[in-house]
């Protein structure tokens, strides 16, 4: 009797392992094991032990065309001075040398590979350096507030300069280190002013008094000036800290708080926006891990369609008149204000305080103005004498329109315009009164940003993709002369490129990368001619591990015309003869598309996740990326919840036709936010191909997402009535609506407080799916706004799970996540209680 009781009991396991797994009528897929310990080689933790630097950051220099950078390998980290007049590279110090002198003054033990060097920079005649190194000695904190407090002990720093001549190095006792800037501050080009806010309204002081609160923010013999007295709540002249709990904006309410102010480069006026945000409703999430109990957290948010809408102003101050006056900028109703920062030099970005400073001159600057609707921008300029407000520049389509910081030229006399005006992306020219000169750039390509403008030469340097016979998304440099001729290329190769440009453009660090190639850093001229290699990313720890790199390719999308383009990431023991389920990760645009270009060492949701028994793909798809044409772009204008997946489908079909190891009748599907919300609606709009989804913080109700995202990718309709009233008005398709035809497994995620897609987003896709009598699983992250912070591991192993249960029939997982407790730090101490064996053992 035993005996039958224990065949019977297998046999029901295998029954219900069978009837979990998904159904292949011609040949019955057997579980299989998911391979958790070849995933669990390639965490982030581990990976940053086999993955470094993976490209060349220069950091140029003030008075002279040189940079230096440092760079990291398995040997440790290097840093180096490059002269690109001299074509020389070499060591800023030997490690070794440094490291021994270094050790002599602190007295903690250092060798040249493991310097911990921080904040290096050079002084300015750049012939010493300056930096610091934390050490192992305890001192009390010289702004501690309670004395007795736990935390009023920090590991002591210590401060060096070392002369690059005579190599010698020196402690800088008593070395007063200039602190950050705190948020809260908006200091003045001249640093004769600071702006900030306190209880609504907008006030400065003096750089003496700025001194004094750097060093106690809390000092009473600070002097204050108040600058307005009509701020009020949700009308005010600050930006608070963001993400407050009622708890929090009750204990920040007396504190200075950061307020959005751009300089004229005299220091004499500064421009802001005020937002009169009381009529706009509310939304909550409740933190309820909060201690000592759960908190209620308020924000303003609008969402797509509501009339309750932010009215912004502009203001301009004279700040030496201490006078302010609302500018007269209005025109569309609803309409969104935005002003231009000026660009920043390279050569400042050691600096400790950058100036925030408009982009125009000392008496005029440039902002934009919005639509609701976004099909209508101005490009306007402010005459600061007058405060007469000029457009410069229309843009008007039929689906919206998106800008770019222009450039200016010839002391602001001549800018260079981005626009999309012809279907592509591209430069314009215009003078000062907004007449067109000459289009720049023009032809089937998308033009991304200005790098930078030699105004003694007349000629433009941007970067642009799409122009050479390759995958459109690589990014590639050029040159052209602003009347339009004289185009070149600067980067050519198969890869994608990220640069670094001297501001005299001289130069260009320029970085090539693409997925299944080592980034590889090269110093350029101005015309493109290699002048030095400098660094190619280690990745001999990388490969040694077994690593391989994953497969480019290329499909039509669903229209059978539209070339797609994208990635396939294999198990690294991956067997040809084998059938493998597919899982495809995306995001659906149009901001982006979640295809890496370049080589990544974040392996999450791809490498990763392939690793378990996957195939993995990511692809693109119609109205995605921005970076082709705007045909692609607004593909999914007026349909924001469908327009992707047939793209998706259509990927995996082809795919599976071309491999016979991609096993179509296993087909999952996973994303993050606009991912989220695109996994879902896969599931239920072809709920015969999709089997299993994962869906992470999906914005599954655009309905009650953030209005400027849902009204501008989906399209809102304005309407004007008789009497000249204007309304808006917002229709979409919501993943709920779908709820009846789930057929698969569905993973729904969110985090308790996440404050950008509310987790009524997916509360909403749970009740359809509870009201028509759907089997699915949620899990709910604590204390986890949109991203899953310190629970983003945790998360990867609940996906995974669920994909090895559902697409490979395994089910043998114990409670315990045992991958990441075989990745926890061990330190050689020994236990609490004082154990004999050291941790790890």
């Not at 089937?444 to 403008?453: D, L, P, Q, Y």
Request: proline content about 5%; overall charge neutral; some cysteine.
């Amino acid at each position: 009797m035993k005996k039958f009781y224990a065949l019977s009991a297998a046999a029901f396991l295998c029954s219900q392992l069978y009837a979990q797994a998904p159904l292949n009528t011609a040949t019955p897929v057997q579980p299989v094991k998911g391979n958790y310990q070849l995933a669990g080689r390639y965490s982030p933790a581990k990976i940053r032990k086999m993955v470094f630097s993976t490209a060349v950051d220069p950091h140029w220099l003030k008075g002279s065309d040189r940079f230096w950078y440092m760079y990291e390998t398995s040997n440790g980290k290097k840093w180096y001075i490059v002269d690109p007049s001299a074509r020389s590279k070499k060591q800023l110090f030997d490690s070794d040398k440094l490291a021994a002198a270094i050790t002599q003054i602190i007295r903690d033990p250092f060798d040249g590979q493991h310097l911990p060097i921080e904040n290096l920079k050079f002084t300015r005649d750049e012939k010493v350096i300056q930096f610091e190194l934390k050490s192992t000695l305890d001192q009390l904190k010289k702004d501690r507030k309670d004395k007795k407090a736990a935390d009023s002990l920090e590991k002591k720093t210590f401060y060096f300069q070392y002369n690059l001549q005579d190599q010698k190095l020196v402690e800088l006792k008593n070395y007063e280190k200039v602190k950050p800037k705190p948020m809260w501050a908006s200091i003045a080009p001249d640093s004769s002013a600071i702006i900030f806010a306190r209880k609504f309204n907008l006030y400065w002081m003096d750089k003496a008094n700025y001194k004094k609160a750097l060093k106690n923010e809390d000092d009473s013999t600070i002097v204050e000036h108040q600058l307005t007295k009509d701020g009020v709540e949700n009308y005010d002249y600050g930006n608070g800290f963001g993400n407050e709990t009622n708890v929090e904006r009750e204990k920040n309410a007396k504190k200075r708080k950061a307020t959005q102010v751009l300089w004229s480069p005299d220091s004499k006026h500064f421009v802001m926006f005020r937002t009169d945000q009381r009529k706009v409703k509310d939304l909550w999430v409740i933190n309820s891990i909060a201690m000592p109990r759960p908190t209620l957290e308020s924000y303003k948010y609008q969402m797509p369609g509501e009339k309750e809408s932010p009215i912004r102003e502009m203001l301009l101050f004279d700040f030496a008149a201490k006078t302010s006056k609302k500018l007269n900028v209005a025109l569309f109703k609803d309409q969104e204000l935005s002003t231009w920062p000026a660009p920043q030099l390279q050569k400042n970005r050691d600096d400790e305080f950058r100036p925030s400073v408009w982009l125009g001159s000392n008496s005029k600057f440039y902002f934009y103005r919005t639509g609701r609707d976004l099909k209508r921008i101005d490009v306007c300029t402010v005459d600061i004498n007058t405060g007469a407000v000029k457009t410069v520049i229309e843009e008007r389509m039929n689906t919206y329109v998106e800008i770019n910081r222009p450039g200016l030229v010839n002391d602001g006399k001549e800018l260079v315009e981005w626009s999309e005006r012809d279907g592509w992306a591209h430069f314009y020219l215009y003078d000062e009164n907004g007449q067109l000169k000459n289009q720049i750039t023009k032809g089937s390509f998308h033009c991304e940003e200005i790098v930078n403008i030699d105004q003694k030469n007349r000629v433009l340097y941007f970067t642009a993709s799409g122009r050479e016979a390759q995958d459109p998304y690589y990014m590639h440099l050029y040159r052209i002369n602003l009347d339009g001729s004289h185009l070149e290329l600067l980067n050519p190769g198969n890869f994608d490129n990220s640069n670094s440009m001297s501001d005299d453009a001289h130069y260009v660090v320029n970085t090539a990368s693409r997925v299944n190639a080592a980034p590889k850093s090269v110093l350029l001229d101005n015309s493109g001619h290699k002048l030095m290699e400098l660094e190619t990313t280690d990745l001999t720890g990388l490969m040694a591990s077994g690593y391989k790199f994953p497969e480019p390719f290329k499909v039509k999308a669903d229209d059978g015309v539209t070339d797609l383009y994208g990635v396939m990431y294999k198990p690294f023991d991956f067997d040809p003869a084998k059938k493998y389920p597919v899982i495809e990760y995306v995001y659906p645009g149009p901001q982006t598309e979640a295809v890496n270009k370049a080589f990544s060492a974040s392996m999450n949701n791809v490498d990763r996740l392939a690793q378990l028994g996957f195939i993995v793909v990511t692809v693109g798809n119609r109205g995605g990326n921005p970076g082709r044409s705007k045909w692609y772009h607004t593909y999914g204008y007026g349909n924001l919840r469908d327009y992707g997946l047939a793209d998706k489908k259509a990927t995996v079909e082809q795919l599976a036709d071309r491999y016979p190891y991609i096993d179509i009748t296993r087909v999952g599907i996973t994303g993050h936010s606009g991912g989220g919300f695109m996994s879902t609606a896969a599931l239920l709009v072809y709920p015969d191909f999709y089997k299993v989804a994962v869906s992470e913080s999906g914005n599954h109700d655009n309905s009650i997402y953030n209005r400027w995202w849902s009204e501008k990718h989906h399209g809102v309709k304005e309407i004007i009535t008789p009497k000249g009233d204007t309304t808006f008005q917002y229709t979409i398709d919501k993943n709920q609506d779908l709820a009846k035809n789930l057929k698969g497994h569905l993973m729904l995620s969110t985090g308790d407080i996440d404050n950008n897609v509310n987790p009524a987003n997916t509360i909403r896709v749970i009740n359809a799916l509870i009201k028509a009598n759907k089997r699915f699983d949620y899990v709910l992250l604590p204390g986890q706004r949109h991203a899953y912070g310190d629970m983003t591991e945790y998360f990867f192993w609940q996906k995974s799970d669920y994909f090895v249960k559902y697409l490979l029939g395994d089910f043998s997982q114990p409670v315990d996540m045992l991958e990441i407790e075989r990745d926890v730090e061990q330190n050689n101490k020994r236990p609490a209680g004082g154990g004999g064996e050291t941790a790890g053992q």
